[in-house]
């Protein structure tokens, strides 16, 4: 099969009569011609469908994981929709309460916060902070003194799972910068110090094996391995984090939200959890909400070795490839249906040989300059990890709906370059 598989498009996309991609009732044709590209599309339906579901999965403590893809709106629309956001900077943060996002269902993460972080969630009071070391335990005893605050605190626990999946995103073995080992005794330690500390209420613990975990199972395995050590605390509140992955190309699945919650609810009955489970869901609310639209600017045949087609952006709105190899589909999006029977490697405009976008594309065979190329499942990671190497604009951001596009975050000028050059 050379088609497009089309359960990799956003909910609301459809091909129009003409042939071409329509997201939530816009024309991506007109769209490129309308906000330029590179550009990130983002269905608006499918962002409130995927956060309803998480909701009722995990109820209204459930936390999207801003890390995946912020701006106002992105936070705006989670909010509106039941959902707690969970911040790991001072600048995810101040993004969040500008959105106007309730500090005391913010969750605060992070292996090395700094004061100034920790101050500013003291101030504006921050509901939740997931503790993550004694260094961080010391700092918390330090504000405490100055300001007499006793923030709730959830203990990052490490249960020595090892999902299967890249080791960059891999947080749940023993060999991690993230959380309290619970097989060398520093959880317990953890936990003895919070309770014992006049500087802080413990509420919870506070688990996470990985990004893009495509087996459910990992997760009833990390509830397994914490259970034992979590319910003879009798602590209210365990959050098993996030991580539950999503297909990027034709052949992989991977749970839904629904399926997903089922399966740790199941799990915590099982080992007689009774305290509130909750979980930070990102790359499964966003990532298969967008395509990125880019324009073919360069076909360049090599006979006998390999067809490279550059596109005006690359690494700068994409670099998962660059980062875990990560893969991808592409297709035209004047022609979704059309056999792609040509294989070229897509590249992007920077100055780097590894500059992949996709390395063995398919596409189709009339292929040509001009073209509006897309690129599905990339939601999550694009926007938020995007630079501007080789001083390249960062793109814009639209949601579509019923019909209407929003910008929600403008193209970067080139004066934007420049604004913080002295």
Known sequence: ??????????????????????????????????????LFVYDETHLRARCREAVAAFGDGVAYATKAFLCRAMAELAVAEGMSL????????????AAGADPGRLVLHGNNKSDAELRRAREVGVGRTVVDSFDEMDRLDRLHRADGRVPKVLVRVTPGIEAHTHEYVRTGQDDSKFGFTLSTGRAHAA??????????????????IGSQVFVADFFSEAVAAIAPFFEPLGLPELSIGGGVGVAYVEGEAAPSIPEWGKAVRTACAEAGITARVTAEPGRAIVAGAAVTLYTVGTVKDLPGIRTYVSVDGGMSDNPRPVLYGSGYETFLARAVDADRTRVVTVVGKHCESGDVLVRDARLPADLAVGDVMATPVTGAYGHSMGSNYNKVPRPPVVFVADGDARLVVRRETLDDLLRLDR
Do not use: N, Q
């Open 191 to 208: 936990v003895e110090r919070a309770r014992a500390s006049r500087s802080v209420e413990l509420v919870g613990v506070h688990v996470h």
């Open 86 to 97: 969970d911040v790991a900077t001072e600048g995810e943060l101040h993004v969040a309460l």
């Open 1 to 38: 099969m050379t088609t497009f598989p089309r359960y990799l498009l956003p909910d609301t996309a459809v091909v129009g009569d003409d042939g071409w991609l329509v997201i939530g009732g816009c024309h991506t044709g007109e769209l490129a011609a309308r906000f330029g590209t590179p």
